[in-house]
């Protein structure tokens, strides 16, 4: 339990501040789900104008440093390998 001033207003904005990353992870996830549910319905159109959405959230939620800049290009990478694998398909 913090003891003092200073410690009691860190607790308080540390908690405002998991809840707010919180909400931007999950965000995160809903853009990364919506990607993945256009590639499973095999529209390929569909999928490419998702990915370009949720490209921007993942670029803007590794700038905030929510995940890192590693993980938000690997899974760009992965997302765009499977729609490029819907034309072969």
Same mark, same amino acid.
């Given at each position: ?14 908690? %405002?501040?998991?809840?707010h990353n919180a909400s931007l992870r999950s965000t995160?996830?809903? $853009?990364?789900?919506? =990607? ?5 319905? %095999? ?5 490419? %104008? =998702?990915?370009?959405q949720s490209v921007a959230v993942l670029d803007r ?25 819907? $034309?072969?398909?």
């Amino acid at each position: 339990m913090a003891n003092s001033a200073q410690a009691r207003k860190r607790a308080r904005q540390a908690d %405002g501040q998991r809840s707010h990353n919180a909400s931007l992870r999950s965000t995160l996830r809903t $853009a990364i789900k919506r =990607v993945r549910q256009a590639i499973e319905a %095999g529209d390929k159109a569909a999928a490419q %104008g =998702v990915f370009q959405q949720s490209v921007a959230v993942l670029d803007r939620i590794a700038d905030k440093k929510i995940v890192h800049k590693n993980k938000a290009s690997r899974t760009k990478s992965r997302l765009s390998a499977q729609i490029k694998a819907l $034309a072969a398909a």
